[in-house]
């Protein structure tokens, strides 16, 4: 069974500063992860994800993750953080059965609120 | 429209209503599913519908019964709900079941239990 831990569920920092969000992944297989961001009253929207290429995974809004498959990592970073970026952040891994079978479901953490102070 | 769209937005029902969700792709997907967002729990997986089979439903409770008349819509009908079920639902949509496919969510709809 796969999981994801995000740690911290609560992270404040200021505009322009960086943002780090924690993701920890446990998966039998090599997995496919994912950033989802959600803002207030609407659905997710996917930031970014990683599916076995480029280690470092460039997204939306100037997000960007590093998949470290030592530390079964998937921190989610921003150089410098802006009022927009106030929103929950979702880390989610997909099953990969064995084989290579796949099911498309997705794991979801339990989230962090990231808020922005001026 | 664009996307995935959810009607109603808001539901208030007391416990021996009767009420449906209705979801609605333009993306052309095969999959859809269905999922719960309660307040401080993770979001959970409820039912998997792919070319308008179901193939996967979580243990969800038979008062939740899901539909999916054609690949581009998907119900969930509701019948004699608990004050527990009250949460945001949420629909999404995938081209179809692979795993590194994007899930494109609609905006849920916020469901009230009296």
């Known amino acids: 069974a796969q999981s994801v831990t995000q740690l911290g569920s609560h992270v404040s920092v200021s505009e322009g500063a960086l943002v780090l969000l924690r993701c920890n992944y446990s998966?039998?297989?090599?997995?496919?992860l994912f950033w989802y961001v959600q803002y207030p009253n609407q659905g997710l929207q996917l930031l970014l994800k990683?599916?076995?290429?480029?280690?470092l995974v460039k997204g939306i809004n100037g997000f960007e993750a590093e998949f470290k498959k030592s530390e079964t990592s998937f921190h989610l970073t921003k150089p410098s953080a802006h009022m927009s970026d106030a929103a929950e952040y979702f880390c989610?891994?997909?099953?990969?059965?064995?084989?290579?079978?796949?099911?498309?479901?997705?794991?979801f953490g339990q989230g962090t609120i990231l808020t922005v102070h001026p | 429209e664009t996307g995935v769209t959810q009607t109603p937005r808001h539901l208030v029902m007391g416990m021996t209503n009767k009420k449906s969700l209705k979801c609605e792709q333009h993306?052309?997907?095969?999959?859809m599913y269905w999922y719960k967002q309660s307040a401080k729990k993770p979001l959970e997986l409820m039912f998997v519908?792919?070319?308008?089979?179901?193939?996967e439903n979580n243990s969800v409770p038979s008062r939740f019964s899901p539909e999916c008349p054609n690949s581009s819509h998907l119900f969930l009908h509701l019948h004699t709900l608990q004050p527990e079920d009250s949460a945001l639902y949420l629909c999404?949509?995938?081209?179809?079941?692979?795993?590194?496919?994007?899930?494109?969510f609609g905006p849920g709809t916020r469901l009230t239990v009296l």
């Open positions: 990683y599916t076995s290429a480029a280690t």
């Open positions: 989610a891994v997909s099953d990969v059965v064995a084989g290579g079978t796949s099911y498309g479901k997705l794991t």
């Open positions: 998966s039998s297989v090599p997995p496919y």
């Open positions: 999404a949509s995938s081209r179809d079941r692979s795993s590194y496919n994007e899930q494109f």
């Open positions: 519908y792919s070319l308008e089979e179901r193939v």
């Open positions: 993306l052309g997907h095969n999959a």
